[in-house]
């Protein structure tokens, strides 16, 4: 694709920008340099890439479990926690509706 200032200044209207002289001729050495990346993308043939010696993988990240080993342990005692709320049942606290 050509970049000329017919170009430059349709992107100027479109992005609502005001560039100076210097910043047209820099703009287009730019937008040259990034369309001639992507032409050069478009080529590409992702087949002739040699996939041998790479490593497999399921994720990018190395992961590994960061949680304890789930083991049974004591807890506090159930009628201490119920004495200090203002409403239990013998079993758990009991608290009003707030969810109609």
Request: aromatic fraction near 4%; include cysteine; charge should be negative.
């Amino acid at each position: 694709m050509l970049v000329d200032d017919k170009l430059i200044a349709h992107l100027e209207e479109l992005s609502f920008l005001s560039l100076s002289a210097d910043e047209k001729e820099r703009m287009k050495a730019d937008l040259g340099d990034v369309l001639s990346s992507m032409a050069g993308l478009a080529a590409f043939k992702p087949e002739a890439l040699d996939g041998a010696e790479a490593a497999e993988c399921t994720h990018p990240l190395d992961s590994f479990n960061v949680f304890r080993e789930d083991e049974a342990r004591p807890s506090y005692d159930r009628d201490l926690i119920l004495k200090n709320g203002p409403n239990s049942n013998g079993e758990m606290l009991v608290a009003p509706k707030t969810v109609v």
